[in-house]
């Protein structure tokens, strides 16, 4: 039989991004740049997320690529994102000036557990770009700070023009509601007022934790994992409550094309937050295994 047009349901087309526009856009480092866009429709409604999660970010003719959201959902009405000159799409992204537009579809992704995570002391460790999903958890948790015991934010980078956020981060390490501590690996301006060292050095100034209470979240280029991972199972944080967002190559972002594939799960969905748990049973989730490394 034949169907009348206005019977057939027309199924949403999960591919169809939304248009955004830039609002505001200024460098964070040589290479990376900082972005506010909101939807271009401001009949739009903002979708919702949580922090964690990514994107789906187009630009018209180049492709798409996925993007954590470094904004938090608790102040509404913009996204905000880093991006890193690599390639094709983000060497177009990066050369985008305000008022232009660009495709976003999503929130995509598991995102932080905030749930489980109310009521526990957090530890944050972010390297290099992983500052980028991890100031989203970080500005929530400041937004929503009664909900949350002792917060810790350890921040590392290559050198002082190489740190994410600097000028934002040096002002909250003024509130007595967060231990914020910075490391740069090498100082090549001789005015860097802070720690020189890997990331790791900054755990000799946490003073006492409450390890069966806290959550970890770390973040980082895969070396830092390693080092990173045996500081935080020497302080006894127990296996699920250690939480890390990972980076695979990714098609879709919603489960059907089989390119962020691991095993028998998916960093698109499954992901892109794993435990440290998850790790040690998915060897490949961080590349080497865990048990290589001698950190289990
Ligand atoms: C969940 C998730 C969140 C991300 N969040 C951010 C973010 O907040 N900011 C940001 O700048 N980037 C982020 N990325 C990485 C970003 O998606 C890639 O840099 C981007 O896809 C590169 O696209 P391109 O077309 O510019 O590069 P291409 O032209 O495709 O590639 C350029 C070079 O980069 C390499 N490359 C591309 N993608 C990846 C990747 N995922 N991992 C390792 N190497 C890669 C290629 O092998 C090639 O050498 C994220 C990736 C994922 C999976
Ligand atoms: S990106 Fe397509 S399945 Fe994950």
């Not at 409550?241 to 960093?267: N, P, S």
């Not at 992901?271 to 590349?287: A, H, N, Q, T, Y």
């Amino acid at each position: 039989m034949c169907v009348q047009l206005d019977e057939r349901e027309v199924p949403d087309n999960p591919f169809r991004p939304e248009m955004f526009r830039i609002i505001r856009r200024y460098p964070l480092t040589h290479d990376v740049n900082f972005y506010q866009a909101r939807p271009a429709d401001t009949d739009n409604a903002m979708f919702d997320y949580k922090p964690g999660q990514f994107v789906m970010m187009s630009v018209m003719g180049e492709g798409e690529a996925p993007f954590c959201i470094s904004s938090t959902p608790s102040r509404p009405g913009m996204l905000e994102f880093c991006i890193r000159k690599m390639g094709t799409v983000t060497s177009t992204l990066f050369g985008l000036k305000e008022n232009q537009t660009i495709g976003v579809r999503g929130p995509y992704g598991n995102g932080f557990p905030m749930d489980k995570m109310d009521g526990k002391d957090i530890m944050i460790v972010a390297g290099g770009m992983g500052a980028a999903p991890l100031r989203s958890l970080l500005l929530n948790v400041l937004d929503n700070r009664d909900k949350f015991g002792r917060l810790i934010y350890l921040h590392g980078a290559k050198a002082p023009g190489e740190m994410l956020f600097l000028d934002e981060f040096m002002q909250l390490r003024d509130r007595d509601d967060l231990d914020l501590l910075m490391s740069v690996d090498k100082d090549d301006t001789g005015k860097w007022p802070l720690k020189t060292g890997v990331v790791t050095t900054l755990f000799k100034d946490l003073g006492p934790i409450d390890a069966k209470n806290t959550y970890a979240a770390v973040c980082g280029p895969p070396i830092m994992y390693k080092f990173v991972m045996q500081e935080v199972v020497k302080l006894g944080i127990p296996k699920h409550q250690i939480l890390m967002t990972l980076e695979r190559r990714m098609k879709c972002g919603v489960g059907k094309c089989g390119h962020c594939a691991i095993e028998y799960l998916y960093t698109c969905i499954d992901g892109p937050v794993f435990s440290w748990w998850d790790v040690l049973r998915m060897k490949e989730l961080i590349g080497r295994g865990a048990s290589d490394q001698n950190i289990a």
